[in-house]
């Protein structure tokens, strides 16, 4: 089992982003997948989330109206589309799968991936 993040970078407040995360050796209808982040000093947050089995979505507060997770089951991929991009939403991103169903915690996660860095200027 396989997670890869890809699509960090560095973008003006206000910009956007896309974040992928390509799962290997299992199907990605028999797992949730979410994305975490972590800030320098930070505990790891769930961001948002994505069940494949029923496409239910999930997202924290802050990032609510601003990004998008989507799945795409013949790719593999799950992305996160984010907009409106905040200097407080720089971290490291991370992709994770959840056996039992989308959660908040990331000592539910089963896989993690490793992380990709987001950077958000003023």
């Known amino acids: 089992v396989q997670l890869q993040a890809s699509g960090g970078g560095l973008v003006q407040a206000g910009g956007s982003l896309r974040l992928s995360c390509a799962a290997s050796?299992?199907?990605?209808?028999?797992?949730?997948i979410a994305w975490f982040r972590q800030a320098p000093g930070k505990e790891r947050e769930g961001v948002s989330c994505i069940d494949s089995g029923d496409n239910s979505t999930y997202y924290t507060d802050s990032v609510k109206g601003r990004f998008i997770i989507s799945g795409d089951n013949a790719k593999n991929t799950v992305y996160l589309q984010m907009n409106s991009l905040k200097p407080e939403d720089t971290a490291v991103y991370y992709c994770?799968?959840?056996?039992?169903?989308?959660?908040?915690?990331?000592?539910?996660?089963?896989?993690w991936g490793e992380g990709t860095l987001v950077t958000v200027s003023s």
């Open positions: 050796g299992f199907p990605l209808d028999e797992y949730a």
């Open positions: 994770a799968a959840h056996l039992l169903g989308c959660s908040a915690n990331p000592y539910d996660v089963n896989y």
